[in-house]
């Protein structure tokens, strides 16, 4: 059977599934929730989505394979952000068991190749409240230019709202487990020569590329925030 005839033969309960695990996902890696927080119950779920409670299981089950939410049982139960072990094991088992020493420089090796991917996607897909969300994230990154980890942890953030914005699922999972492990170990990061300034003013363009869509202004982008 081709891959085409596998994808029309779906059910429509596993594409909304998809859907609601995907908002729940944005929620979760774009810290709406924090880790540990209760997300509420099958039913508040099901309630909020307006979906059936299997597509909820689905979800659900979608969800805890990446190693983002745990069911509880009992009361004050239910559906809870996954603690940071979790997550944790999540981006060991997608990068492998990895040294410090050489794990920060080539994460982010894998993570600018997939860079170009993400930020064209996020120009083909971004929203009005996506491009307010990231320029509120580089004005925060602008006040906090002289500090190093606390703008790389703003940076990991942006990079994170901006792979909310694909719908390739593979290219978003490996691509934010590889920024869990950057941000992870940003305290433990010797920076040499850091530009705050000109690194904000690069994201900052990137970010109006991306909201001006694809075309030479977002190529150009790509293109300076490469070095980085």
């Known amino acids: 059977m081709s891959s085409a005839a596998s994808a029309q033969s779906l059910p429509p309960r596993v594409s909304r599934a998809a859907h609601v695990a995907g908002e729940l996902e944005r929620e979760i890696l774009a810290d709406v929730y924090a880790p540990g927080e209760r997300l509420g ?26 190693g983002l939410t745990e069911a509880r049982p009992g009361p ?16 060991h088992t997608v990068l492998g068991s990895v040294s410090d020493a050489t794990a920060y420089r080539d994460c982010l090796i894998v993570r600018d190749a997939l860079e170009p991917l993400i930020c064209r996607d996020a120009a083909q897909h971004r929203q009005a409240q996506d491009v307010a969300e990231l320029d509120g994230i580089v004005a925060r990154m602008r006040r906090v230019d002289h500090d190093p980890s606390a703008w790389f942890a703003l940076n990991w953030k942006l ?24 941000d992870m170990t940003v305290g433990r990061v010797v920076y040499y020569e850091f530009d705050g300034p000109a690194r904000t003013a690069i994201h900052r363009e990137l970010v109006a590329a ?15 925030h490469a070095p980085l």
Do not use: W
């Not at 991306?210 to 300076?224: D, M």
């Open 159 to 182: 990079h994170r709202q901006l792979a909310m914005l694909t719908p390739n699922l593979p290219l978003r999972t490996m691509y934010c487990a590889l920024l869990d492990y950057l």
């Open 76 to 91: 004050g139960g239910g559906i809870f952000v996954a603690r940071s072990a979790t997550r944790l094991s999540l981006t």
């Open 210 to 224: 991306i909201a001006e869509g694809a075309g030479p202004r977002l190529e150009a982008a790509i293109a300076a």
């Open 41 to 66: 119950t099958k039913d508040d779920l099901r309630e909020r989505f307006g979906v059936a409670v299997a597509t909820v299981t689905e979800a659900l089950r979608l969800l805890e394979t990446r």
